[in-house]
């Protein structure tokens, strides 16, 4: 089957981050921003170049409609499954409780949360760390734009699992490939059975992200959808 990426739209960081900060709030101060889809499909990739873009204290995003940055202002928020423990045999949605505690529920009662990172490889917590009730938090993760969350806009991206499962074997290693694929037919089954992907907002590919711009991808059935 032919590749249509170059026929299809492509959106700047820039442009998003504009139309995010125009949401309301949905959680306390903050438009909780989730981005969703299976393992290796670029979600972090994604993640990190739209908070690059993203300036908590001054609510506007750098170089977008003429409001540069304020003094001290800093990136959106982020916030992802990778940090709470989550075993390979695990349900997808074991990180949400305590995401809730943590980071949610201050947030939405207009505090600072308090997370501390787990470190997969090291088996361990890291130290304490302030997430700010920013304009934008950014909620990366399998399961993130699930029917419970508190999301302003929902985010799907996905890509040809053979990719996927090359940047899997890349970021884990090739000894994890049994557990992967067990992982993936896992996120499949929670993603048809929730309907996450027919939820999305915005449906992204994750096999052509840009430094700059992405290309957007075309709503059709899929893994993440209703049976």
């Given at each position: 089957m032919p590749d249509d990426a170059p026929n299809r739209p492509a959106t700047s960081y820039a442009a998003l981050a504009a139309r995010l900060l125009a949401l309301p709030p949905s959680i306390g101060p903050s438009r909780l921003v989730a981005v969703d889809g299976p393992s290796g499909a670029g979600k972090s990739t994604f993640t990190d170049r739209l908070a690059e873009v993203l300036v908590g204290a001054g609510g506007a995003p750098e170089g977008v409609a003429g409001h540069p940055p304020s003094e001290g202002t800093v990136g959106a928020p982020v916030v992802r499954s990778d940090d709470f423990r989550v075993p390979w045999d695990a349900d997808p949605l074991t990180w949400w409780e305590p995401l809730r505690r943590a980071v949610l529920d201050p947030v939405g009662a207009g505090r600072p949360g308090t997370l501390r990172r787990y470190d997969w490889r090291r088996d361990a917590y890291g130290p304490a760390e302030e997430v700010p009730a920013a304009p934008v938090l950014l909620v990366e993760g399998v399961g993130a734009a699930w029917a419970g969350s508190p999301a302003a806009f929902r985010i799907w991206i996905d890509a040809p699992l053979d990719l996927r499962r090359a940047r899997?074997?890349?970021?884990?290693?090739?000894?994890?490939?049994?557990?992967?694929?067990?992982?993936?037919?896992?996120?499949?089954?929670?993603?048809?059975?929730?309907?996450?992907?027919?939820?999305?907002?915005?449906?992204?590919?994750?096999?052509?992200?840009?430094?700059?711009?992405?290309?957007?991808?075309?709503?059709?059935?899929g893994p993440g959808s209703r049976p």
């Open positions: 899997a074997a890349d970021r884990d290693g090739p000894e994890y490939a049994d557990a992967w694929d067990r992982w993936s037919a896992r996120e499949t089954a929670f993603f048809a059975a929730d309907g996450t992907r027919a939820r999305a907002d915005l449906h992204v590919d994750g096999a052509h992200l840009g430094q700059d711009r992405f290309r957007t991808a075309p709503r059709e059935d």
